[in-house]
């Protein structure tokens, strides 16, 4: 189950880990991009902590907080397409005091959707796109949410290595970002596993 409570506690736990490991996300993002991912997730994610006082018991609400901090604070496109995630996921569960599993994967399918439809990206394109599908594929036979959301962005990084990347600024370096994570994809495993 997802509350109130429990979405702030695992704000409070991805800030602590961005604040780990931004700088380490940054070099990642700089080899194929602008070199300013884990900034963007660490002043996102910092901003959201500081309005943690406009939460309700209105899940729809917090997650429309989340994606208007995302907004002030981010104008990359990495940014722009967690805050339009925020910002959908939010007319999804307005009204909702909790989320149960089904709405948890639903979480999850509609962070996918806006991301695709957004970023004018397509599975397998090597994006976190594809961690997202994989993440919600093992959510539909497993509950245990701590060990799928790591075990999937692990296994998601696995499957792609030796592939190109097939979107974004990273196309320009063709066969040389098969040897590369793709930058969101990595930060999401990192993100997960302070969970």
Known sequence: MLNKDILIQILEQLLEKAKEVHDELNTIDGKIG????GITILHGLDEINNNLDKFTNDMGNN????SQAFVKKSGSSFGTLIAFSF?????????????NHEDIVKIFETALETIIQRGKTNLGDKTI???????IKKLKDEQNY??????ATKEALANFKGKKIKIGRARMFEDKTKDLDDP???A????????
């Open 34 to 37: 602008d070199g300013d991912l």
């Open 63 to 66: 997650f429309m907080v989340c």
């Open 87 to 99: 910002m959908n996921i939010s007319k999804l569960l307005k009204g909702k005091n909790s989320c």
């Open 129 to 135: 796109a594809d961690s997202l599908n994989l993440i």
């Open 146 to 151: 701590l060990i799928t959301f790591k075990n």
């Open 184 to 186: 969101g994809m990595y």
């Open 188 to 195: 999401l495993y990192l993100l997960c596993s302070k969970l």
